[in-house]
C-alpha cells in the first residue's frame, strides 16, 4: 500500500503508476535521503514530539538501512514510489509501528527539497575539486612554455604574437571564474528546507536550527511556500555547468584545430585519441570532439530545467519531479567532461617549432610596426596607413615583412631605419607587450603565480 494509500479505494493503473514513479533516478538519493531523516528523528526525539525510545530505535535502523545498501547487502525495491517511499516502507518493516512516526512534522515536499540541496552542494564541491585539477594542470603546462610564441587569433585568422602561456593562463582565468560561481552557487543552495511543511510549515514544536547544524547547512529558508517551490539552486547549478561545459568546448575546439595537418602545432597522445575503421593513417582527437558534444547535452538541462519552472504557480506542483533527472545528467556529464580534459591537456605534445613559425607568418608583426613608427614621431592613424601599405607590397612580392630590405621599407616612408627589424621580430612583439595581462614572459610568470596563489589560499 502507498504511503498516501488512505485516501483512495482504488488501484492506480498500472501505466500512471510506472509513469508517475520517480525511484528508477532519484534512487541515487538514498544516502541524502536516509542522512537528512537520521536528523530529524533526532529532533522529534529531543523536542519530545515522539518519545526518545522511538527516535533512537529510528535512527538506529536508519543508519543500518543505509550500511546495507552501501554494501549491497540491500537493493533499492524499483516498484516503490520514490526513494523516499522505499526508505520508510523498509524502515517500517524493521522495526513496526514506532517507523511509522518518522515522517511527524514533515512533508516529501521538504523532504525532497533537503535532499536536492544536500545532493547539489556535494556535487558542487566534487566539480570544484575537478576545476581545480583542471587550473593546476594549466598552472603547469603554461610554467613550460613562457617562451613558446605562438600566433594569437581574431576571426580565426593570425592577428598578434603571444605565447602559448599567455593562451593557457586565458583559459585558467575561465575556469578560475567557473570555480568562484560554483563557490556562490554552494552558498545559494546551503539553506535547510526542512521543516517548511508540504507548503505552510508544521504545528509541532520542531528545532530546525537543530536539524540545520546537524546537516551542516549554513542557514535555514525563511519561507516555507518558497522553500518547498524553489529550484533556483539547480537552475544555478546547471546554469554554472554550462558555462563550465562552454569552457572545455572553446578549448577543445582549438586543439582540434591545432591537431590538424594544416595547423600542426600540437599532437593529441595515443591514450586520447582513436583511429578509422577503414583509413590507417587517421588519428582523431574523439575525446575532445566529445566533449564538444556533450556540450549541447548540459546546456539541454538547463534549457529543461528553466522551461519546466517558467509558469509554476506555488507551491510544489508534479512537474518538479523533473528536476532531478536533468541535475543528475548535468553533473555526470560535467564529471566526466572535464577529468578526460585534464588527462588530455596534460598529455599533448606542443609543437614548438611549428608555433613559431606559424607566429612569424600572417603580418603579425604589423601591428607593432605601426606602434614603431608612432614612437618616431608620427600619430598612429598615418602609421596606421603606412604599415597598411607595407603589408601590401610585401604580399605582392610574396615576402615577410621582417625579410623586407631596408630600401623597401624607405621606399614606403622615409622614415624606416635599421632598428625596424629588433622592434618586428615576434620576441619583441611579444615580450615589448609588458603590462599587467600581457603576453611577456614576465607578466605571464607574475599571472602564474597569482594563480598559484589563488589555488593555494581555496586549498585546492
Same mark, same amino acid.
Given at each position: 500500500?502507498?504511503?498516501?494509500?488512505?485516501? *483512495?479505494?482504488?488501484? +492506480?493503473?498500472?501505466?500512471a503508476n510506472?509513469?508517475?514513479?520517480s525511484?528508477?533516478?532519484?534512487?541515487r538519493?538514498?544516502?541524502?535521503d536516509i542522512t537528512?531523516?537520521?536528523?530529524?528523528?533526532?529532533?522529534?526525539?529531543?523536542?519530545?514530539?515522539?518519545?526518545?525510545?522511538?527516535?533512537?530505535?529510528?535512527?538506529?535502523?536508519?543508519?543500518?538501512?543505509?550500511?546495507?545498501?552501501?554494501?549491497?547487502?540491500l537493493?533499492?525495491?524499483?516498484?516503490?514510489?520514490d526513494?523516499?517511499?522505499?526508505?520508510?516502507?523498509? %524502515?517500517i518493516s524493521?522495526?513496526?509501528?514506532?517507523?511509522?512516526? !518518522?515522517?511527524?512534522?514533515?512533508?516529501?515536499?521538504?523532504?525532497?527539497?533537503?535532499?536536492?540541496?544536500?545532493?547539489?552542494?556535494?556535487?558542487t564541491?566534487?566539480?570544484?575539486?575537478?576545476? $581545480?585539477? =583542471?587550473?593546476k594542470?594549466?598552472? @603547469?603546462k603554461?610554467?613550460?612554455?613562457?617562451?613558446t /610564441?605562438?600566433?594569437?587569433?581574431?576571426?580565426l585568422?593570425?592577428?598578434?604574437?603571444?605565447?602559448?602561456?599567455?593562451?593557457?593562463?586565458?583559459y585558467?582565468?575561465?575556469f578560475?571564474r567557473?570555480?568562484?560561481?560554483?563557490?556562490?552557487?554552494?552558498?545559494?543552495a546551503?539553506?535547510?528546507?526542512?521543516?517548511s511543511?508540504a507548503?505552510?510549515?508544521?504545528?509541532?514544536?520542531?528545532?530546525?536550527?537543530?536539524?540545520?547544524?546537524?546537516?551542516?547547512?549554513?542557514?535555514i +529558508?525563511?519561507n516555507?511556500l518558497?522553500? /518547498?517551490?524553489?529550484?533556483? *539552486?539547480?537552475?544555478? *547549478?546547471?546554469?554554472? %555547468?554550462s558555462?563550465?561545459?562552454?569552457?572545455?568546448s572553446?578549448?577543445?575546439?582549438?586543439?582540434?584545430?591545432?591537431c @590538424?595537418?594544416?595547423?600542426?602545432?600540437?599532437?593529441m597522445? #595515443?591514450?586520447?585519441?582513436t583511429? @578509422?575503421?577503414?583509413?590507417p593513417?587517421?588519428?582523431?582527437p574523439?575525446m575532445?570532439?566529445?566533449?564538444?558534444?556533450?556540450?549541447?547535452? /548540459?546546456?539541454? @538541462?538547463?534549457? $529543461?530545467?528553466?522551461?519546466?519552472?517558467?509558469?509554476?504557480?506555488?507551491a510544489?506542483?508534479? #512537474?518538479?519531479?523533473e528536476?532531478k533527472? $536533468?541535475?543528475?545528467?548535468a553533473?555526470?556529464?560535467?564529471?566526466?567532461?572535464?577529468?578526460?580534459?585534464?588527462?588530455?591537456?596534460?598529455? =599533448?605534445?606542443f609543437?614548438r617549432?611549428?608555433?613559431r613559425?606559424?607566429?612569424?607568418?600572417?603580418?603579425?608583426?604589423?601591428?607593432?610596426?605601426?606602434?614603431? !613608427? /608612432?614612437?618616431k614621431? %608620427?600619430?598612429?592613424r598615418? $602609421?596606421h596607413?603606412? =604599415?597598411?601599405?607595407?603589408?601590401?607590397?610585401?604580399?605582392?612580392? #610574396?615576402?615577410?615583412l621582417?625579410?623586407?630590405?631596408?630600401?623597401?621599407?624607405?621606399?614606403?616612408s622615409?622614415v624606416?631605419?635599421?632598428?625596424i627589424?629588433?622592434?618586428?621580430?615576434?620576441?619583441?612583439?611579444?615580450?615589448?607587450?609588458?603590462? =599587467?595581462?600581457?603576453?611577456?614572459?614576465?607578466?605571464?610568470?607574475?599571472?602564474?603565480?597569482?594563480g598559484?596563489?589563488?589555488?593555494?589560499?581555496?586549498?585546492?
Open positions: 500500500m502507498k504511503l498516501w494509500g488512505g485516501r *483512495f479505494s482504488g488501484q +492506480t493503473n498500472e501505466a510506472a509513469f508517475h514513479s525511484i528508477t533516478f532519484d534512487r538519493l538514498y544516502r541524502q537528512g531523516s537520521i536528523a530529524h528523528a533526532e529532533m522529534l526525539g529531543r523536542q519530545n514530539i515522539i518519545p526518545q525510545s522511538d527516535a533512537d530505535s529510528i535512527v538506529t535502523a536508519l543508519k543500518e538501512i543505509l550500511a546495507d545498501i552501501e554494501s549491497g547487502r537493493v533499492i525495491d524499483t516498484n516503490s514510489e526513494i523516499h517511499s522505499f526508505v520508510e516502507t523498509e %524502515l524493521r522495526i513496526g509501528n514506532a517507523g511509522r512516526q !518518522l515522517h511527524t512534522g514533515r512533508s516529501r515536499n521538504d523532504q525532497v527539497a533537503l535532499d536536492m540541496r544536500m545532493y547539489v552542494i556535494e556535487e564541491d566534487t566539480i570544484k575539486s575537478l576545476i $581545480a585539477d =583542471v587550473m594542470t594549466l598552472l @603547469s603554461a610554467k613550460e612554455h613562457t617562451k /610564441v605562438m600566433p594569437g587569433f581574431t576571426h585568422q593570425k592577428a598578434q604574437p603571444i605565447t602559448l602561456a599567455h593562451h593557457m593562463m586565458a585558467f582565468h575561465m578560475r567557473d570555480y568562484v560561481r560554483l563557490c556562490n552557487c554552494r552558498d545559494g546551503d539553506q535547510m528546507p526542512l521543516g511543511g507548503l505552510a510549515s508544521t504545528t509541532y514544536p520542531i528545532d530546525r536550527e537543530f536539524v540545520r547544524e546537524r546537516l551542516g547547512f549554513a542557514g +529558508t525563511e516555507s518558497d522553500a /518547498v517551490s524553489d529550484r533556483d *539552486f539547480c537552475i544555478e *547549478f546547471v546554469s554554472c %555547468l558555462i563550465v561545459m562552454t569552457h572545455l572553446r578549448f577543445c575546439e582549438e586543439l582540434i584545430l591545432w @590538424s595537418e594544416d595547423f600542426g602545432f600540437a599532437e597522445s #595515443d591514450s586520447y585519441s583511429g @578509422s575503421s577503414i583509413m593513417q587517421k588519428k582523431n574523439d575532445a570532439e566529445l566533449i564538444r558534444g556533450k556540450t549541447g547535452r /548540459v546546456y539541454g @538541462s538547463l534549457m $529543461a530545467l528553466l522551461s519546466m519552472m517558467k509558469s509554476l504557480p506555488l510544489y506542483n508534479k #512537474d518538479m519531479q528536476d533527472e $536533468a541535475v543528475f545528467d553533473a555526470d556529464t560535467a564529471k566526466a567532461c572535464l577529468s578526460v580534459f585534464c588527462g588530455m591537456i596534460d598529455s =599533448v605534445t609543437r617549432d611549428a608555433m613559425q606559424s607566429a612569424s607568418g600572417g603580418y603579425t608583426n604589423a601591428t607593432d610596426a605601426a606602434d614603431w !613608427l /608612432v614612437k614621431g %608620427l600619430p598612429f598615418d $602609421a596607413e603606412i =604599415v597598411g601599405r607595407l603589408v601590401v607590397y610585401a604580399i605582392e612580392q #610574396d615576402k615577410a621582417d625579410r623586407l630590405t631596408i630600401e623597401e621599407f624607405r621606399s614606403i622615409d624606416f631605419d635599421q632598428s627589424y629588433e622592434a618586428i621580430s615576434v620576441e619583441t612583439c611579444v615580450n615589448s607587450r609588458n603590462i =599587467v595581462g600581457g603576453p611577456a614572459e614576465n607578466a605571464v610568470l607574475e599571472s602564474i603565480q597569482k598559484e596563489r589563488f589555488l593555494q589560499d581555496e586549498n585546492c
